[in-house]
């Protein structure tokens, strides 16, 4: 909670209030309520194993060159006394700036000074170190501070560099990492130090005279009991409070493959189980008279019209000063996770330490069996050690084949025309051929032609996103060029070869995805990956609803083909069909009129052109010629 006075708390809760609004400039410039400012948003969202970054949105009159720039914000409200008291909320970095030109306004955005995180990991640490050195290390080397002086774990030793060799990985994933193993939220405090913070009692009460609205929802919790997973293998172990799970039903809080206690999962357990155990909130949604002093991770207490308490936490606020004030506070409840927990294992009962490990800092699955000499499975089966390794690796080179193949989260549908042919492949509209890249992940790409290729994105979640593509001239034609645009964004390739990566926001659900080239035949475009999230630049995958192996292709459809007979059989808007590979000859169709085939063969009989069929009470057959 913002530190203020009485006399502050008391003005804001007063029905008219005098307020200003300002921002400061590093020269120490004040552009105020009185001269330029016409209004200030700040907003933000967090929550626990979560990194929160505020938002600034202000609107201003013309004549102020902000962009790039930091500056600080804030508002004031007029005591009794005739001076005001302001409220700073630290320093922003302005990185967006529009111009109204009808009614000679600026609008800026800017964020608060966790967007320095947001930039690719690199290691500059040197091991072992304690975790509340990495934290601090990270912090320096961003240009910040950290304002803690304890946290969950802060001893827990890392002995070696975990991040460096994951793709597409920025310090604010690795806070996101911290936060997690020290059941904290991750945030910017006003004095611009990054904090790992925990659940803060105010100890204060809102009552429905500072509420304009409010929604209540079923209470949260208490958190009785945490699973650490390693994921997708549901290797998971987890710790529970018996007696609090008989008396107010599960509550799990899940952290999945974090890799600085991965190695130790057991150890690392009951410091952040004694931290999550017996949180519990109400979800809510408020809109107050104008407050300006609770943080994310702030608890106080909601009385309503009838005198009932309800104990809750700010994760998500929003304030606007346009001279008046807008405030609003607002926590969800969490997705739910539900372990299978026959499957599982206390951390008490870890006998046998056969475990599948995912090592993402070089991308491996790897199987580790400690000596044990007997297993016993949930169905009463013995397997020795050897056998058991037998079973693992079995199961980690299933695994392998199926990730590998099974697509992932491009948002960009067929992005590497594995799906149709030249000119009409599935979800894209324009001339385009695909192409060979060898040094493509998939080996494939897109060979441009003369005009705009495009593919519309829909039903896509608001907030951020971030693409990435890589591309080269092959061609020797003199002019040729090449555009790429996105909600909005424009990209002109200057060069010959490159990697083009932006990010955006975007509230419209729909996304056109634009290549814009003068000749053809010029240009490949290859690794093309669309994905949530600002600034994360995920190693490029197929769409999650696509799978393309040496034999099987998903898509709008499924197609597979045999490796060892002549036949390939699709399942689509037509029906399933089957066709002879090196002829394309139709052989048979299923749909819901019936079976077509040119050829029926059994064990007793074959039937090729011959119709049969019922006249009246006969049957009747006939030789086709």
Known sequence: MIAVSNDFKQAMKKPVKELKGYLKLADETLITGDDDLI?????????IGKTAMRKLEAKLHEGHDLLGKELNVGYGVRLENGEYEYIDYGTFLITEFAKVKDTETITIVGYDLMIKSMIAYESVFEYPMTLLDYASGICSHLGLELGNDTLVHENLVIEAELYENIN??????????????????????????VYFKYIEETNEILTYDNL???KLEQEYGEINSVVLSRTPQEDNIFMQDEQS?????LTEFKIENNQIIDKDREGAMTPIFNALKGIKYFPFDAT???????????????????????????FEFSIMVDGGIAESFKTAEPNKTQTQYQYATTIDKRLK?????????????????????????????????????????????????????????????????????????????????????????????????????EQVI????????????????????IGSQLQFEVNGNIYDAETDEGTVELTYENDAGTQNI?????QSDQYIIYDLMLNYGQGVFLPYQQAMNELKSTTVQISEGIRIESNISNTLITLGTNGLEGYNKSTGQLVFKQTDTGLFSTFIKTESAEISDLMIKKVGNQVWLTGLN
């Open 458 to 477: 829909q039903n896509l979640a608001k907030g951020w996103f971030s693409i990435r593509f890589k591309f080269k001239k092959i061609g020797i034609g």
């Open 212 to 214: 304009k609205k409010l």
């Open 288 to 314: 107050t008279e104008g407050l300006g002093w609770y943080e994310i991770g702030d608890r106080f207490t909601i009385k309503d019209n009838n005198d009932t308490l309800y104990s809750s936490v700010i």
């Open 245 to 249: 799970i008989e008396e107010n039903g």
């Open 353 to 453: 330490n056969a475990e599948i490990i995912v090592d993402k800092q070089n991308n491996l699955i790897k199987n580790i069996t400690t000596d044990v000499e007997v297993i016993k499975d949930e169905f009463g089966n013995y397997y020795t050690s050897e056998e058991s390794n037998i079973l693992l690796q079995n199961a980690v080179d299933g695994l392998s084949n199926i990730f590998s193949n099974a697509g992932g989260n491009n948002l960009i549908q067929n992005s590497s025309l594995f799906f149709g042919k030249e000119n009409e492949y599935d979800f894209w509209t324009g001339d385009l051929k695909a192409t060979e890249v060898l040094n493509a992940i998939t080996k494939r790409g897109f060979l441009l032609q003369e005009g705009i290729l």
């Open 168 to 193: 597409g990985i920025t310090f604010r994933d690795v806070l996101v990492e911290i936060a997690k193993v020290t059941a904290s939220s991750c945030i910017i405090g006003i004095d611009d130090k």
């Open 39 to 47: 209004s200030i948003k700040i907003s933000g969202e967090g929550g």
């Open 514 to 518: 634009k290549f814009l080239t003068n």
